[in-house]
């Protein structure tokens, strides 16, 4: 197991938002984190990265806890994409050059460079390269996010909604790349998520919370309208269409009804 999760939980303040939870992450394999809005999907993710320390339990990356890592240790083998992405007065490049900090001592190298280059050529990011962070749209900053934990080469990504800002080509197009990296260089991604037929698509695990603690976990096949209906309070009916599981609303949409009502 690249990560284990064992038994944490968190307050803010004096509100408990996770509670006992407990799951191992696989090397070469995407786990989709589910729940609805506000269930701790974040807050798991941010412990999950030693930026929040839980009130208890144990986070191990290959066996070792972060408790006893420094901050550069564990940047060198967990990557974050935030769901609000900084933006700083700073160019592209230079944004995702920082995702060779913990690869580099005081000097950019030649293979640091030709690292960023690869990666700015892979997301097509070359007329944005020297643009200002500051001045790029929710998508192109996301896509930059995306870009500095991918130069960061680290054997987990932690992504929270990665593709919550973008339009459904590139959505596709940095899912698959996430997908690409996964399964070709053997690392483990955890990402957030709304969209549950995304979810479907792209995961091979699922870990869905409901109040703050672990509803189900288990292989992305295993996904039932029940389990959504039970976590989300919405009833689903999953279909498969050209190989792949869809889930639908198991109503009428409104849509329909007022066409047919007019
Ligand atoms: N810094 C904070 N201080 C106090 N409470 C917080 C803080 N950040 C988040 N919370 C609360 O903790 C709970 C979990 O928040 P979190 O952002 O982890 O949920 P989430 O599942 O990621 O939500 P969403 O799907 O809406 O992004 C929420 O009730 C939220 O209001």
Redesign the pocket.
């Given at each position: 197991m690249i990560l284990t999760v064992n038994d944490i939980s968190f307050k803010?303040?004096r509100h408990t938002?996770l509670k006992d939870i407990s799951f191992t992450i696989k090397k070469g394999e995407i786990t989709v984190v589910l729940?609805p809005?506000?269930?701790?999907?974040?807050?798991l993710l941010k412990c999950m990265n030693g930026i929040l320390k839980p009130t208890c339990g144990d986070i191990l990356v290959a066996g070792k806890n972060i408790k006893k890592m420094g901050l550069r240790e564990i940047s060198g083998n967990m990557s974050y994409v935030a769901?609000k992405c900084e933006s700083a007065r700073m160019t592209a490049f230079d944004a995702i050059l920082m995702g060779r900090r913990p690869h580099m001592g005081w000097k950019v190298g030649k293979n640091d460079l030709k690292k960023v280059d690869g990666v700015i050529k892979h997301l097509g990011l070359e007329h944005l390269a020297l643009n200002h962070v500051d001045e790029m749209s929710g998508g192109e900053l996301q896509k930059v996010a995306i870009a500095r934990a991918l130069v960061q080469e680290t054997d987990i990504i932690l992504l929270d909604e990665p593709t919550s800002s973008l339009d459904m080509k590139n959505q596709e197009e940095i899912l698959e790349l996430i997908e690409r990296v996964v399964k070709e260089h053997r690392v483990a991604a955890v990402m957030?998520m709304?969209d549950l037929n995304t979810a479907l698509r792209y995961a091979d695990n699922y870990i869905f919370l409901k109040e703050g603690s672990i509803f189900d976990t288990g292989p992305i096949e295993k996904v039932s309208p029940v389990m959504v209906s039970e976590v989300y309070g919405i009833s689903v009916e999953i279909i498969r269409h050209k190989g792949y599981s869809v889930i639908i609303p198991a109503t009428e949409s409104r849509r329909k009804t007022t066409k047919k009502a007019a």
């Open positions: 803010y303040n938002t729940g809005n506000g269930v701790g999907k974040t807050t769901q957030t709304h």
